[in-house]
């Protein structure tokens, strides 16, 4: 009986003692993890500026008709730094911006943008469906039309620019869509203006085919999970950057991602973080005092007033 006691002893001693010595390497894993210095990326021209880039999303989408020269215009005389536009592929293989596949939403036309010409989309009235701050159709009928990329390259040469690959463009035309803008941005040497983004990581990847580490993005969704997984459970070195930026909401499938551990955590890497698609100053001061880098935003007029009244 008394051997029986001392085996059990010494099994229960030796339990402990493995117990101890895992939770030690653990811990000395997670410190070399999060104390061991990491080498920050190079940043992109992009990112030189001396205050939180102000993102004009869709150029100010309650401003003016989304995605189009009305408000990408109105947005650049207002003094924002980036204008945010989407894009999809026409018929004729041509890059238009637009934030749906299809016409119905913001223009009085109907189908999708992937079956119709350029110009039968540049016929239709881009201004049809937008509804000023006073609840009035202060844009229908004014001329307002869906603008090429070319377009947009061509009249704002001296600002930055942020394009979205939408996701929902034809998954066949992909290819042809990265091919197509890259040239564009080396025809008209945009290369260090533009900013690409896209929620699938994969059409980022397709881009840079093409770019070759040439021009700035932002992760898309699977790159944004690895960033924020390693940082919230305290295994940050383990992610290796991909991209230039981060673009993200405020929250996301119950995670909080205005935790400071993800904006420190990007700015160690030396990397930008943004925040979408945020309308109210009371958020956008926050995420100022927070650092984020930059807000994507359809009341730009609001963020710059705030941004004034702070003396930043």
Do not use: C
Not at 9 to 29: E, N, P, R, W, Y
Not at 77 to 82: A, I, K, Q, T
Not at 248 to 255: A, R, T
Not at 290 to 296: F, H, K, P, R, V
């Amino acid at each position: 009986m008394q051997y029986v006691t001392l085996e059990k002893g010494k099994k229960k001693k030796t339990v402990i003692l493995s117990l101890k010595l895992i939770i030690t390497a653990i811990l000395i894993f997670l410190l070399v993890i999060n104390l061991f210095p990491v080498k920050p990326i190079q940043q992109k021209s992009f990112f030189d500026y001396n205050r939180p880039l102000v993102i004009a999303h869709q150029g100010g989408e309650l401003l003016a008709p989304s995605n189009t020269m009305t408000a990408f215009t109105k947005a650049a005389e207002m003094g924002v730094d980036v204008l945010e536009t989407d894009i999809h592929i026409t018929k004729d293989g041509y890059l238009v911006t637009i934030h749906d596949p299809s016409l119905d939403r913001t223009t009085n036309g109907k189908g999708n943008v992937a079956d119709l010409t350029l110009a039968e989309i540049q016929a239709l009235d881009a201004g049809y469906h937008f509804k000023d701050l006073e609840g009035n159709y202060s844009y229908r009928g004014k001329g307002v039309y869906i603008p090429s990329v070319e377009e947009l390259f061509q009249t704002f040469k001296d600002i930055k620019i942020e394009i979205e690959i939408k996701d929902d463009n034809p998954p066949e035309r992909i290819e042809e869509i990265a091919s197509k803008l890259w040239n564009l941005i080396e025809e008209y040497q945009m290369e260090k203006k533009i900013l690409i983004a896209s929620f699938d990581q994969d059409i980022l990847n397709t881009f840079e085919k093409y770019a070759k580490g040439r021009t700035a993005t932002s992760a898309g969704r699977q790159e944004v999970k690895n960033f924020v997984v390693t940082h919230k459970f305290l295994l940050r070195n383990l992610y290796v950057p991909e991209v230039d930026a981060f673009q993200i909401p405020v929250e996301d499938s119950g995670f909080d991602l205005t935790d400071q551990r993800l904006i420190d955590g990007a700015h160690r890497l030396g990397m930008d973080i943004h925040y979408w698609t945020i309308d109210d100053p009371e958020t956008m001061e926050k995420l100022i005092e927070a650092g984020a880098d930059g807000i994507l935003t359809n009341r730009p007029d609001l963020l710059l007033q705030l941004l004034k009244e702070k003396g930043i």
